[in-house]
T-cell receptor
Framework: EAQVTQNPRYLITVTGKKLTVTCSQN?????MSWYRQDPGLGLRQIYY???????DKGDVPEGYKVSRKEKRNFPLILESPSPNQTSLYFC????????????FGPGTRLLVL | DQQVKQNSPSLSVQEGRISILNCDYT??????FLWYKKYPAEGPTFLIS?????DKNEDGRFTVFLNKSAKHLSLHIVPSQPGDSAVYFC??????????FGAGTILRVKS
């Protein structure tokens, strides 16, 4: 089944404790992206990757890091989480950077205390 | 500065009637508009899209209308069904794969 998977689905952590949210897609998509969803703000892009070893900042990159060492994986790293990073996170992918339709993972709900 | 706005946080409609979800945008450089649907505990799923060179696109019960002069688009669902109850996000493409999303509208279809 073609899909985007994220782990973990739910996470409670404390300020400053490094964490990684994994994202994997099995559709051989070139383009991958991370979004956060907050009430009243919709989905905002954090980082994106056009292909392996090619990443760039989105609209709200502060406090986040990403890497793209393999085509299928695009982990999101919070080196020192803070309470304002409490949010619902979505990973998405699409065939290429020219295709407007993106496929989303199920989401990761993060609470930073 | 929100470039894509969905001014109605929620909408309630009777089963079988029409649902109309609205979206306004400010950037005339957007070249594609999309609607995504999201159920609780799931990721958004693509519903329907329209190119900026068209004014209407239809897919079964779903029709999207684009009014470029008013910088307005709408999603019509006819007839509405209880399974359509979800959050609907309007999104606009700026370039490449850069999507700008609205805040979402919660649709409740009552049976």
């Amino acid at each position: 089944e073609a899909q985007v998977t994220q782990n973990p689905r739910y996470l409670i952590t404390v300020t400053g404790k490094k964490l990684t949210v994994t994202c994997s897609q099995n559709m051989n998509h070139e383009y991958m992206s991370w979004y956060r969803q907050d009430p009243g703000l919709g989905l905002r892009q954090i980082y994106y990757s056009m292909n392996v070893e090619v990443t760039d900042k989105g609209d709200v990159p502060e406090g986040y890091k990403v890497s793209r060492k393999e085509k299928r994986n695009f982990p999101l790293i919070l080196e020192s989480p803070s309470p304002n990073q409490t949010s619902l996170y979505f990973c998405a992918s699409s065939l290429s950077s020219k295709q407007e339709t993106q496929y989303f993972g199920p989401g990761t709900r993060l609470l930073v205390l | 500065d929100q470039q894509v706005k969905q001014n109605s946080p929620s909408l309630s409609v009777q089963e079988g009637r029409i649902s109309i979800l609205n979206c306004d945008y400010t950037n005339s450089m957007f070249d594609y508009f999309l609607w995504y649907k999201k159920y609780p505990a799931e990721g958004p799923t693509f519903l329907i899209s329209i190119s900026s060179i068209k004014d209407k696109n239809e897919d079964g019960r779903f029709t999207v209308f684009l009014n470029k002069s008013a910088k307005h688009l709408s999603l019509h669902i006819v007839p509405s069904q209880p399974g359509d109850s979800a959050v609907y996000f309007c999104a606009a493409r700026l370039y490449g794969n850069k999507l700008v999303f609205g805040a979402g509208t919660i649709l409740r279809v009552k049976s």
